[in-house]
């Protein structure tokens, strides 16, 4: 298994619960250790990292803003600025547990831009979130990464429909079942009829070429042996 | 008033100013479950602390660490569930601590006294390590106050974020156990997790910023300790019971205050 992410690019990681892309991520971000391997850093990299799940329960009396600074403070103009280029208004004083979910993705973003990252790390950015929604927030990260020229980790549950300004995406089944760059989807007529070229033009279509399959427990095995269910996607023609 | 009722509010008020800010972070973890599996590890600690003649009080906070300590580790082995394991491990130290006071027989322990607290029985030396723990937990929570927030948010976050998320933990069980511990003389094993949750739960209501929720933890704790006592006084009641019964009832009041810190009214 290998990955890395240059700066100003954009990788993708996608595969199925299970996989492993969240100890993959964990491993990246230093908090567990690897049993074996090692991940290299660039001296003085700061990661922003938005996690998939925040603790918010309403016991805790937490406002957005709290939440924002809890890593480090930070003038309120400053944070007022943030949420503002996130696309999150202004909810600083709102209760963390009474956002949306759509809202809370966008507060972890802010929290994690704060730190001026050199690498942000997204887990599951999208989870609930539909799809008119995912593309707005494709298009933030995508403008996040422009702006700030920072390196960009993302995980999806997807596999097939992916970000359309992913560079690499690397499709994880507890090794590295392939990775290559995304197709567009934007000449695919019945697509933009459904959900509208901007839509379309946010998501791009990942064609899986797996040269293996995984048998019922997971272990790879090639392609031409036994019958049936095979992983082997085909997502679309670009 | 009596020197032993003086030294029985004391006692109660410095144990409810330590056990008020630890509390808020035992009901914002949810951790209500773990620190009454702790309390089971009381009866043991005192039978220990008769055999190498220390103070109950230290011996109890010793032997509720090493049960964290176990739960830590066990908590790694995937075969049984944290909840089982609580319930196993709570049950088990709970029955040998009874088992082994009944083999020491020169120790004449009032099992009562420490199942539901005996505040009345507050001696100088108690009151010397209440206020420590009340004056080190304080000292500390604020010293990490942000980290463990931070921690209680999202761990990975905080790790993220440069927080010792690994050490912020153990100083969050070092003090509830040490709350725990001094807790028990207050209002007995069975009852010092309520002396811990109901005045944080209580001050969810009136409290804005989780600053606010741990003072006013504090305050409800005092003054639950207080009207307690006074009122096991007035009508002869025990008295560990008696102010467990008001901090509750004090949180059943505070459902009917409008919560704050919702629908952006902070700031």
Redesign the interface.
Known sequence: MDIAVHPGEIVTLVGLNGAGKSTLI?VL???VRPNFGEVVRVPGLR?G?S?Q???????????V???LT???PAPKARLEALLEEVGAGA????????ISGGELHRVLLA?ALL?EPGLL?LDEPLAGVDVTSQSELYQLIATIRDRHGCGVLLVSHDLHLVMAATDTVVCLNRHVCCSGHPGTITSHPEFISLFGRYVSSTLAVYRHSHDHRHDALGEPMPLDSGASRTPKASGGRP | MEDFFLRALAGGIGAAIAAGPVGCFVVWRRMAYFGTALAHAVLLGIALGFLLEVEPILAVFAMCLMLAGCLLLLERQRLVSLDALLGVLAHAVFAAGLVVIAFMERLRVDLIGYLFGDILSVGAVDLWLIFATAAGATAALAWQWRNLLSVTVNRDLAAVEGVPVERVRLLLLFLLAAVIAVGMKIVGMLLVVALVIIPAAAARRMSATPEQMAVASTVIGVLAVVAGLFGSLEWDVPAGPAIVLVASAMFAASLLIPVRGQGGRDE
Do not use: K, Q
């Open positions: 964990r971000l230093g908090i990661v990292y996690p799940h925040v603790h918010r329960d309403s016991i805790l009396p937490m406002t803003r709290r939440f809890l890593g480090a909810i600083l004083a709102h209760p963390l547990a009474e929290r730190r790390v």
